[in-house]
């Protein structure tokens, strides 16, 4: 991609930023075109029309800016848009250039400011490439009356429905004004403040957040309490339901409150989305995004709330400057959802979680290039996307982990309340963290007892990394054995096991599983018919892997109806392994192309091959 600051520019530039102005220089990001230590976006106003029909959102943002080097112009990153006009403070119109198009990063938009702009109104409008947005249809909803709009923009997509500076380094308060057809509700990430006379619906994010989280959802949603901070966004046919799942997420507010200080963003709400939604969860500020996939019935996968309420302190109040660093926010997440887990949950629940986490760690690793296994990445070429696996998840939490170890949990709480109180509302690096580690942990020294080099900077798993063992997980390894010796599914005491204990004994059994031991174990414990995702998606793997097609059905349902993509492209990639399997994939993906958000069609065109475009 083009990036018209030189390698040396940061250097150059943190110098030219003292000399103009008060915001502090922020580092390189190599996968945004804007140049934010010039002239740098405070605040942004939406003012946009949800037209369903067209399947486009028009209108235009409001940037207000903050001028750092007065001659300069300013530079958004804008992709997949129609930019139809620049205009000033005056309301006058300003040039503009859009630069060429990068498949990947999009385009430099370059508008050319007047000498007393201190803001410039943008007017657009989406198109059908438009990756952030996902349009539904009715009958691709739980309720299957109205259809649905959500957007997802991390890591690089808010570019591609509102010009912007795109980058995580940027921080921005917002407002907007939606309107939509009625009978339809939009929510954001962002202060509800409802539908005034002109029928518009109006929001305000009065907290600088980075660009990646502005987000929005409409349709035919329907609200629960759970407590007076929190509440459930939600089909109505599907509300109570989540009501009921995520009845515990008070408790964990103030579990998580406890452990590292005061939720700082006002509600907690949850916005549970059609099952096209890419992601299990996105920690939207004040309104998590989350898959319906996680209704288990039970609270089973509840930990995706944990998580995503981490995000409120690390990632959304402490955020990663670059993607390079993307590891300080999900790592730190891990680490403390599973805090969370352990203090609402209890000790044994947040282990079984933690060990499942470093098998599948440990099995994924293998498919990863050394660079992917670094915690602080080099993403030089690469999109941020490349550098998404288990790595910055679990080696990042395993690497926090091993700090509590070595300095004692007190301690090591001292330090991450006092990392998120004194970085709150800011943009970090791995640098910065080492500075402080080196002052808060090790006296102004190197860190001693941990080798900072192998953990941070080279690839693999460091062999100090801690490696919890439970009861629970330990039983269901001698149920495996039995079964594998003698492959009698009612011979196996399984009473009373929960959800992590099936995902252990599924991993288990899979090694050297054949279709008729498939058949006994699912004569017994009815795993084809499952409500729960998480199993489902193992046991759908294991029957495509040893061709047990009775699970056919239920594969292709499945396919056609959740659009998560870390289920997707496991079940995609083991029906990739034969040639029969590969037709199939490709009959399927036809079908269900047309229904997944462009997060997980990408993924998956880049994995069949298939062509795009189309
Ligand atoms: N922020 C991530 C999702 C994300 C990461 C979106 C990178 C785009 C780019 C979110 O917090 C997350 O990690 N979600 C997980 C669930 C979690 C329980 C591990 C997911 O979606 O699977
Ligand atoms: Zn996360």
Known sequence: MKNTLPALGFALVASACSAFGRASP???????HAQPNRVRVKHASLDLELD?????ARGSVRLDLERLDPKAELVLDAQALVIEAVEGEDGKPRTFELGPEDKQFGSALTIALGASDRSVLVRYHTTKATQALQWLAPEQTHDKKSPYLFTQG???????????????????TYEARITCPDGLTPVMSAEQLGRGKDGAWRFRMPQAIPSYLIALGCGEIAFLPISKRCGIWAEPGQVAAAREEFGDTEKMVQAAEKLFG?????????????????FGGMENPR???ATPTVLAGDKSLVSLVAHELAHSWSGNLVTNATWSDFWLNEGFTVYFETRIMEAVY??????MERELAIGELERGMKELEPWQQVLHTK?????PDDGFSDIPYTKGALFLSRLEQLVGRARFDVFLRKWFDQHAFRSVTTADLRAFMAQELFNGKEASGIDLEAWLEQPGLPADAPRPKTQSLAKVEREVERWKAKKDASALVCDGWVTQQWLHFLEGVADGIDAQGMGTLDGRFHFTQTGNCEILDIWLRLSIHCGYGAADARLEEFLMDVGRRKYLEPLYKELKQTPAGLERAKAIYAKARPRYHAVSSGTIDALLGWPTGS
């Open 287 to 289: 309104l998590t995004f």
């Open 379 to 383: 993403l030089d070429g690469h999109h």
């Open 262 to 278: 005061p939720y700082r963003w006002g509600r907690y709400d949850l916005l549970i989305l059609p099952p096209s939604f890419p």
């Open 52 to 56: 369903f029909e067209r399947q486009e």
């Open 26 to 32: 922020l580092p390189m990001d190599i996968h945004s």
């Open 154 to 172: 991390q890591a690089i997509l808010t570019r591609t429905w509102i010009p912007l500076q795109d980058s995580p380094g940027v921080r921005l």
């Open 346 to 351: 209890g000790a044994e629940r947040a282990q």
